[in-house]
């Protein structure tokens, strides 16, 4: 039976781990993602997980507690956005190395500086190629649906990756919406218990983890993250389908809406992907074959389904949230338009940097950028703002 | 009720517009409806201009931006009225509601041409005389439930009694004085254009 409920995506997100009831949660302050140790410390307060909470000083410490307790064989979860996820990233890197399946709430938001509290990409792009598995999530639906699929896919003897779910600071972190839940018996049937093969406390079988690692192997061993994060693929997929079956909620890859027939195609994640959809459903009416391509799985990156999707199109713009001072793309852009090049395709395909430290996404915005795809002569260009200032 | 209603609150910061924006959203969703409650963050700080938004609708809501166009907007503090533009895009066939004592005479010239309906409501009087002390969140709560009709008066009370019991479930002396805040509230609020 699901549950009619109202919340947050913050509190979507505490209800998840409250009902996914992890071992170990560790995490530091930080705005706009603090909510979610927040409530969840009230949980543990409450008496309602079995969670060891531990309030570290730092977010350095939160994903070191988080490698110490999941390398002991327990299930440990944090979360964090911003600089926070920055002050953590050597460890960030050590977790996906060690093979281990921690779960992390990313509520994205500008990195400083300057100082800035609101939702754009620039964090989770900062540790694209970490190891972890990224998903993405349009709503408090979606981030609490991803919470749920993440031990699954996390754990699973193919991939044995760290996993973050990411959603957009403020916009849904801090929006009320309505949702659908579980009951928490369905939720840690789903889930499952943790039975890791290998973990330090495993007596009978003695193991030391992350020792150095020199000429020898080091090189095999990337292969090995890079074999679990070519599974970790499929097995997204597997659980997907059976949370569909659970949840009716169906989850792949990445979204299609109105792709059938669509010449002009916009490809984004998060939040915005919601108003990109008022808009299609608009131009439409007017008879402007417009689609969008909505990246849910950021990392593994789905490059030659993306591709093979976005073929008919006449013409594709990537948006872009994370500021781009490379001069040759963003970081969605440049996996979208590789994945086209690798299959010799030749769509144009345009891309957007925008809402830059949470300036606002209006419908206006997105319609200007189907405006501009049914007028694209050339592509001496590509590289745009949008929702930008001009005097 | 239209199929979407938007709302734009404008506050200063402590007076609660966010929690009652959020109120409403627990309200509307109540009722059956799909509901937005989100503030726009800016620095939090006592006393500066805040601005907190709901949109309430009988289709699942997509959009995840700023209200432009509001069919409705509530001001809390009518000093407000020459600070900020809060008629901006405001919907002639909707309505301006403003916690103010000031007749239209006085408010008419803030409004830039606004030619849509009114409403005030003395909602400092109003939070004085039930709990003693200055809170228009719940009076103004009230007011643009009655104005928007969004629900009946009983539904709102009942549904609101519910609230209170939980939100002040650490308090529940302060219960009665927001019950009556809220039911002069729905008689009070009056439309001057």
Redesign the interface.
Known sequence: MSIRE?LSGNEATAYAMKQINPDVVAAFPITPSTEIPQYFSTYVDNGEVDTEFVAVESEHSAMSACIGAEAAGARAMTATSANGLEYMWEMVQIASSMRLPIVMALVNRAISGPLN??SDHSDAMAVRDSGWIMLFSETNQEAYDNMLMAHRIAEHKDVLLPLMVCQ?G???S?????IELLETEEVRKFVGTYKPEHYLLDRKNPISMGPMDLQPFLFEHKRQQWEAMKNAKNVILEVSKEFEKLTGRKYDLFEEYKMEDADYVIVCMN??A??V??VIDRLRNNGVKAGLLKVRVFRPFPGEEIAKALSNAKAVAVLDKTPILNLTGGPLYEDVTSAMYTLNMNVPTIDYCYGIGGR????NQIETVYNDLQNLNDMSDPYRFLGLKTK | MKDLIEIRWHGRGGQGAKTAS?LL??AA?NTGK??????E?GPERMGAPITAYNRISTT???????I?EPDYVVVVDDTLLSAVDVTSGLKEDGAILINTTKSIDEIKPLLKGYNGSVYTIDARKISEEALGRYFPNTPMLAAIVKVTGIMSDEDFIKDMEGSFKHKFAKKPEVIPGNMQAVEVALKEVKKIQ
């Open positions: 109202r509290i609101h957009d403020f916009i849904t801090h929006s009320i919406e309505n939040s915005t919601g108003t959809k008022n606002d996404v209006t419908e | 959020l959203a627990d969703f799909y509901i937005q409650g989100f503030p963050y699942p809501i997509r959009v995840h931006s700023n432009y």
